[in-house]
């Protein structure tokens, strides 16, 4: 087991996914988007799930695709990345309509596609001591996995066009400090860090982050209008969960909610 790509652990609602090539600073083949997919999947349905850690074994999140990984040969013809591209956007498109919430936990630098799912995640703590690097351009590509729609939209046009065309590593705290990512920590609070977040939320309205996840999504296309209809239409269905009833129940009472999580 300890020499599978994409490790998993599950216990007390929190499912641990570790990209575990720490001796390539989990650089990401093929095959391991493929098992990375399938762990997603599993997460998404499982009722023992009900938050997501996505971290890198060793000292480093994830360098990005790996370049050697056969994609890319001397002397060969040059490769469709676009094909590559087909195993590697399924992950992102599931991370960010995975009905629970995903808290990226970056140990250490973060580079091309491995910034970008970091950046997928709802929520992303960085070590103090990890970078994010869009190393795109220093190899002639563009930032995939989704990073030039989310780049710009967390940390402005001019920041994003920066980062990507000058491909150089950012700090977590400037990370934090540019609203790239939630939150810097110490590199010796970090793994106690996700913990808390991981198991807060695995006590939480699991169903309500859904929607909340949906609400987002939303926002990112819809007008004031359209998003005040979707809010609507959202806040219905939250109000029917047993989780709302359980909320302001407990609230009334001046008690500690204790969420199912479920949606009905
Ligand atoms: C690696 C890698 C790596 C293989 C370190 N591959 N081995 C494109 C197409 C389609 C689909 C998806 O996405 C993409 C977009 C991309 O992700 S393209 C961007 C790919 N990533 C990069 O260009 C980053 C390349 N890596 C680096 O620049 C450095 O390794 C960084 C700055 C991340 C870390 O530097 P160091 O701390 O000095 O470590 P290192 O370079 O010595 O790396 C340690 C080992 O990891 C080393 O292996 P070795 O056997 O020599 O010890 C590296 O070759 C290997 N490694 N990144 N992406």
Excluded at 58 to 73: E, M
Excluded at 95 to 102: A, E, S
Excluded at 170 to 197: F, H, M, P, R, Y
């Amino acid at each position: 087991m300890a020499n599978e790509p994409v490790l998993v652990s599950a216990a007390d609602g929190i499912t641990r996914l570790t990209l575990n090539r720490p001796d390539k600073l989990n650089a990401l083949t093929r095959s391991m988007m493929r098992d990375l997919q399938s762990a997603l999947e599993r997460a998404a349905v499982s009722p023992d799930c009900r938050v997501i850690v996505l971290t890198g074994a060793g000292r480093a999140f994830s360098a990005g695709q790996d370049l050697a990984d056969g994609v890319y040969v001397k002397g060969g013809p040059q490769p469709d990345l676009g094909l590559v591209l087909d195993q590697y956007n399924p992950v992102v498109r599931r991370i960010r309509t995975l009905p629970k919430p995903v808290i990226a936990a970056v140990n250490g630098i973060a580079a091309g596609a491995g910034t970008s799912l970091a950046l997928a995640c709802d929520l992303v703590f960085a070590a103090r001591s990890a970078s994010f690097m869009q190393a795109f351009a220093k190899i002639g590509l563009i930032p995939d996995c989704g990073s030039t729609w989310m780049l710009p939209r967390l940390v402005g046009e001019a920041r994003a066009r920066g980062l990507a065309m000058l491909a150089e590593p950012l700090s977590a705290e400037k990370a934090e400090a540019w609203g790239l990512i939630w939150k810097a920590v110490d590199d010796d609070k970090l793994a106690a860090e996700i913990d808390a977040a991981a198991s807060r939320f695995a006590a939480g309205p699991t169903y309500g982050f859904a929607l909340q996840k949906q609400a987002f999504a939303g926002s990112a296309h819809n007008t004031l209008d359209a998003q005040l209809d979707l809010e609507r239409a959202l806040q219905s269905k939250a109000g029917a969960s047993p989780d709302y009833e359980e909320g302001v129940g407990a609230f009334l009472a001046k008690r500690k909610p204790s969420f199912s999580g479920r949606e009905s």
